[in-house]
């Protein structure tokens, strides 16, 4: 079988190296990928928007599924682009249509199709452009505090949490007038705020039935504690002490199942990776978003514990048979510590050789802001790396992920040495600690 994967993180190098173990597997093509990905497969540049040439690389390469790993190219339509060529009718694509990529791509469209299902999430009012007073007068009547959304794609940073009125009015005026956000801040969700601590689910489906996928925990915030600004994601755990066998048995019967009921129910074909993000509310699981695939860097700590063969429910997408399909998780443990550049999220160098990763022996490293100059691999991006550590509990598992980590080395080499702290001795739903979103 040969297999197309798009993007080029830490992600879609963790989905190549787990593809890549598939005794389906003919050939891996990754695009655009990155120095690490060329292992387990072949880096190819292709331009997604260039569909003449993107079909003449599926038909010459002889491309079964394409894995997409980003959300970007599903929103804009590229699942839609590939179904509708009759030439390409042998082509799987694991990632929702455009019309089920709203889902990640709309939080307005979210939260009323949630509403609609009766899927637990927090009150929430829209507001487009031109209803900029509107909005205020519904924050004034609103306790704080105030959760803010732009509506469209905003690369996970067009969310504003305040208990200040005038800040929550400046912020509105900054979306719906002010350009914040581009088109994706034209229009904005106001949503209930809600005190518990999140937690990143994950199911795969071929629209009729689903398999649920191991839960993680990412850290976004840049700073130990969790504080400074919201990052892609600076570390992750799994499985997740608080998300415990009852909670995500109700995460199944009330979130998992009524979604994929719904969108059949809407019409809306789905077929590929779904991320909840939920909110633990005193045990109780509230959707705050949904993504159209899979999470980083949560995926570099999930892939790990699937035994089973991630083709292999691909191909059961691709026949319609997922529900005869395994899912196989390792009960260990495994945490994913993210080695950035200092100054990320906003300003950093880039260039620096990295060093030291043949001598990581008890981690698995995925690659994500990297290059290859001559015969250096060099920091290219704000994350570089992903470290990736098992351990039969949480605590061996952070002491090895961070004892792998001290290995590597680049100028300016920044990590969280916090991350899985706060779960330690939290063994149920209820007993952990509240982070506020």
């Known amino acids: 079988m040969n297999v197309l994967l798009i993007g080029g993180g830490g992600r ?7 593809i890549a173990q598939s005794s389906l597997l003919d050939e891996l093509y990754v695009s655009p990928g990155n120095p690490g990905t060329v292992r387990h497969g072949r880096n190819v540049a292709l331009d997604l928007n260039d569909h003449k040439k993107l079909r003449a690389f599926l038909l010459e390469k002889r491309i079964q599924i394409v894995v997409v790993g980003p959300e970007a190219p599903l929103v804009d339509g590229l699942h839609d682009r590939i179904s509708e060529d009759p030439q390409l009718a042998g082509v799987t694509v694991i990632g929702p249509k455009k019309s089920g990529a709203r889902l990640e791509g709309s939080k307005d469209f979210a939260k009323e199709f949630m509403f609609r299902h009766n899927i637990p999430t927090a009150a929430h009012r829209s507001f487009g452009k031109g209803e900029l007073k509107a909005a205020i007068e519904h924050i004034e009547r609103s306790p704080a505090p ?10 996970g940073k067009g969310v504003v949490i305040t208990s200040d009125k005038k800040e929550a009015a400046s912020v509105l005026k900054d979306m719906l007038e002010g350009g914040r956000f581009g088109a994706a ?6 949503e209930q705020f809600l005190k518990g601590i999140e937690v990143s689910t994950f199911l795969i489906t071929d629209g009729e039935s689903f398999k649920m996928l191991p839960p993680a925990k990412d850290y976004k915030r840049i700073g130990v504690g969790d504080t400074g600004p919201n990052t892609g994601g600076m570390g992750a755990v799994s499985p997740v002490p ?8 109700k995460v199944h019967d009330r979130v998992a199942a009524p979604t994929i009921r719904g969108l059949k129910k809407d019409g809306i074909p789905y077929s590929g990776f779904l991320f909840m993000g939920l909110m633990n509310v005193n045990g109780e699981p509230y959707v705050i978003e949904y993504n159209v695939r899979l999470g980083d860097p949560e995926t570099q700590a999930i892939l790990p514990r699937l035994r089973s063969d991630l083709l292999d429910l691909f191909e059961g997408i691709a026949s319609g048979t997922l529900s005869e399909r395994h899912v196989d998780v390792d009960d260990r443990t495994a945490v994913t510590i993210v080695l950035a550049n200092a100054g990320y999220p906003e300003n950093f160098a880039t260039g620096n050789p990295v060093i030291g990763l043949e001598l990581v022996r008890e981690a698995y490293v995925f690659q994500s802001g990297t290059a290859q100059k001559d015969d250096r691999l060099v920091t290219s991006g704000g994350r ?6 098992f351990g039969k509990d949480l ?10 980590a001290a290995l590597i080395e680049f100028e ?5 040495s916090d991350i899985g702290f706060d779960l330690v001795k939290q063994p149920s739903t209820r007993s952990a600690p509240p982070v506020a979103r």
């Open 12 to 18: 879609e190098h963790a989905m190549a190296w787990k």
């Open 146 to 155: 105030y959760v803010i959304k732009a509506d469209g794609l905003a690369s």
């Open 185 to 190: 801040g034209e229009r904005v969700v106001i």
């Open 242 to 249: 608080f998300a415990d066998k009852d909670f995500m048995q």
């Open 384 to 389: 570089v790396l992903s470290v990736t550590s």
């Open 395 to 404: 605590e061996q598992a952070i002491l090895a992920a961070q004892r792998s």
């Open 412 to 416: 300016g080499k920044y990590l969280r």
